[in-house]
Each structure stands twice: as structure tokens, then as C-alpha cells.
């Protein structure tokens, strides 16, 4: 049954009248009046095409009809990671995923993000991290993985905290302190190997924004400001951020948009400053060392939102032996499942879940046995995805890869 909708959007309750405001501000050129409800989006939508109940066109629908209360209600605003899959594919340019998290705006000022959500949040904000990781317990990290980088290139090697005038301040995942800390040993590797200056900072040293799947735009700002405050505190040039795909985003397109004007210094990916060694001979490789076959995931924020497409496939074709490409890629990857702060919702894993299942079939017809990915939410779930479907993959960052080929010259 077909609906007929108004030419005009309706006039809003008062309260609504913000909302409004943001939703234009998302869609930009584009406007809900132009949807052609033609379905688009919703073929190009890995959650529509395993049969959730996520349809962008129900979206647009039930704010031209004024359901702002009925969508708000709806489970779909939190199922949806954002991808802006569909977006690649509207022929008038909605911008679904914008549109969403505009929509969240709303349930975060009346209070209603999903605890377990929020919760990730208000650790971030209460502890200066979203796992709540101790400076004492952290900084042991660091020593710890010094004391490694050291055992394999000597005394000079450091993992420098807090240095005062460095070129450039790097910031982590609390996955990789907790977790995953040979991936702090492995960018070690590569800056030392590059010769570079730079430093960790002692204090607001996590990348992550999870404000940005809440839709709280003044936490986003808080967590946005701290990272901005430690750079000029530190006297550095440029801020390089983790394999993050999400943290990239927030610092990217957060200031403007949270605090009102862009950061005063330069922000690029380790994956970037990576490509850039290696095209200026800063480091060298040797991919013999990694002769698996390696595939590569785009994640959504690095990739479709920020255009970072080429630079992590000339890394990899510079790191290993055998690389493959999914099919689609790119602009036109499908999401993995786990963004939009869908790996905090635990109340939705059965949905994460099965919206990866497509996922998992494109890595399957690659071969691969190794999935190479900048983004940690990324390889938690693309890892948690290979466990579930018992496919024998697993997911790696780019850094990984690098450090194992390195070839590393002792300068003189």
C-alpha cells in the first residue's frame, strides 16, 4: 500500500522546532521532499538486505508525515550503523547516515540513549577514557611495550610520553592498552624506524568518540577539546590518530560541528603518515615476511565519509605478498556490522550478528586469510563475525603488517 505524503513537510511541535534545524543541516543540499521513494537506498543497505527492520525510506516517510514521536520510538535509529551505504546510491543524495545521527541528537537530549551506550560515554567523560583505564595502569603499557621495542633495537629506542615540543602527538584505542598492546610496540617500530618526533601524552590520550553514536554533540566537543588541549599543551604540529575509524571521523568532522570552528593543527591517520614513509623512503618493507593472502575491509568512517580509500592499499600491496580485493569495495563496501556504537548494544547482538553475514560472504569468496582493516571497531567485529560464521580469518590493523616487513637501517 502506497502513502501519500504531503508536498510540504508539516509545521512541528515547538520542541521539534531544533530538530528540524538539524536535520536540514545534515541533508544539506538535499531535502526530504525529495526522496523518490524509489528503494535505492534500501538495496544498497546490508541490514535491509538480511531482512532487519531497518528501511531509510520508513525514515523519510514518518518525518514528512510528522511521526517524529513514533521514529524517535523506533529501534531502527539504533540498529542503523551509519554507513552511509545507501547514500552512495540515492540519486538525490539523502544523506541517511547525517540524517540518523541528527535524529539521535534528539533522543540524547531527552535522555534516552541505551544505557550500555551511554555508558561507554560517561566512562569516557568521568575517567578521561571510554574503559576506565587507570594513568598508573597505562602508563605501565607504555614502559612494558618500551622495554620490548628496546630488547630488539637497543637503548636509543623510545616510547615517548609527554615530550615537550615533539612534531607530532599520537593517540590510542583503550583496546590496544587493555588488549591489544603490541600494536602500540608495532607503531613504536614504525616511528622509530621513520625517524619521527613524536610523543603519547601522559593525560587525554584516548582517540575514541562514542559521542558520536550517542548523538550528544556537547560530549562530543568535551572529548574533541581534550585531544585539542593536549597538542598545544605539548607544543606539537599535528595529531595522528590510531587505526580508528570512528575516533578519524569525530576529530574530523566533530570541531566544526560541535565546538563551532576547525582545530588549529592538522589531523591524519597513522595510515596516512604510513603511506608517506614509505613513498618518501622513510621506511622499507620486505612483504615476503607476511605471504598469507590478505584481503582488505574499508571501514565506513575512514573510507566513505572521509575518502581514505588508496592510501592503506598502497601500504598493503608495499607489506605483503598476495593481496586480494572484495568485491564490492571501496565507496561501494559494505559495512561490517559493528558501527554506530552497535558493539556497545549488546541488548542488539543477535542483529549484529546477522547484519555481518554479508560481510563474512565477501571475505569468503576472497580466499583470504588475514583481513587487513584501519579500525578497531572494525576488527572487533570482524573477529567476533569469523567466530560466530566459523570461517578461519582473522582480522589485522595495517600497523601489524608494516612492523612485521620492516627492514629496519641503523643510522648513523
Not at 521539534?16 to 538495496?43: F, H, M, N, P, R
Not at 562530543?220 to 606539537?236: K, S
Not at 593543527?265 to 607476511?290: C, K, W
Not at 559493528?338 to 549484529?352: D, T
Request: one cysteine or more; proline letters at 5%.
Amino acid at each position: 500500500m502506497s502513502v501519500s505524503l504531503p508536498l510540504e513537510a508539516p509545521v512541528l511541535p515547538s520542541h521539534y522546532q531544533k530538530l528540524q534545524e538539524k536535520i536540514d543541516g545534515a541533508l544539506g543540499a538535499a531535502t526530504l521532499q525529495s526522496c523518490l521513494s524509489c528503494g535505492v537506498c534500501s538495496g544498497g543497505c546490508p541490514t535491509g538486505a538480511i531482512g532487519a527492520p531497518v528501511d531509510p525510506r520508513k525514515i523519510v516517510r514518518r518525518l514528512l508525515l510528522g511521526q517524529q514521536d513514533k521514529l524517535l520510538a523506533a529501534d531502527m535509529l539504533w540498529l542503523c550503523t551509519m554507513c552511509s551505504r545507501c547514500t552512495v546510491y540515492c540519486p538525490v543524495g539523502v544523506n541517511m547516515g547525517d540524517l540518523v545521527r541528527a535524529l539521535r541528537t534528539q533522543l540524547a537530549e531527552e535522555g534516552r540513549v541505551p544505557p550500555n551506550l551511554q555508558k561507554v560515554v560517561d566512562l569516557a567523560i568521568e575517567s578521561g577514557n571510554n574503559m576506565g583505564i587507570s594513568q598508573e595502569d597505562y602508563l605501565d603499557t607504555l614502559d612494558w611495550m618500551q622495554e620490548e621495542l628496546q630488547a630488539e633495537f637497543g637503548p636509543e629506542a623510545k616510547i615517548p610520553v609527554d615530550l615537550q615540543g615533539a612534531r607530532m602527538m599520537y593517540v590510542l584505542n583503550p583496546r590496544e592498552v587493555k588488549f591489544f598492546p603490541l600494536t602500540i610496540l608495532a607503531a613504536a617500530k614504525v616511528f622509530h624506524a621513520a625517524g619521527e618526533s613524536w610523543t603519547l601524552p601522559s593525560r587525554s590520550w584516548d582517540a575514541t568518540n562514542y559521542a558520536l553514536f550517542s548523538g550528544n554533540d556537547y560530549e562530543g566537543g568535551v572529548l574533541v577539546q581534550r585531544l585539542a588541549d593536549e597538542v598545544a599543551r605539548l607544543g606539537c604540529q599535528e595529531l595522528i590518530m590510531t587505526e580508528c575509524g570512528h575516533a578519524f571521523r569525530s576529530i574530523r568532522w566533530g570541531p566544526e560541528q560541535w565546538l563551532g570552528h576547525k582545530l588549529p593543527f592538522p589531523v591524519r591517520s597513522i595510515v596516512q603518515l604510513m603511506d608517506e614513509y614509505l613513498a618518501s623512503g622513510r621506511i622499507h618493507l620486505d612483504p615476503t615476511r607476511n605471504s598469507e593472502l590478505v584481503t582488505y575491509h574499508d571501514p565506513c568512517n575512514l573510507g566513505r565519509k572521509e575518502g581514505i580509500f588508496e592510501e592503506p592499499r598502497r601500504v598493503l600491496r608495499a607489506a605483503v605478498t598476495n593481496f586480494v580485493e572484495m568485491i564490492p569495495n571501496r565507496a561501494n563496501n559494505y559495512c561490517c556490522g559493528g558501527g554506530g556504537g552497535m558493539l556497545s548494544l549488546s541488548e542488539f547482538g543477535q542483529e549484529r550478528m546477522a547484519k555481518g553475514r554479508v560481510k563474512i560472504e565477501q571475505i569468503q569468496r576472497t580466499g583470504a586469510r588475514i583481513i587487513a582493516t584501519p579500525c578497531h571497531n572494525c576488527i572487533d567485529q570482524l573477529n567476533d563475525l569469523c567466530r560466530h560464521y566459523h570461517l578461519d580469518v582473522k582480522a589485522k590493523n595495517l600497523v601489524e603488517l608494516v612492523a612485521d616487513a620492516l627492514i629496519y637501517e641503523v643510522r648513523g
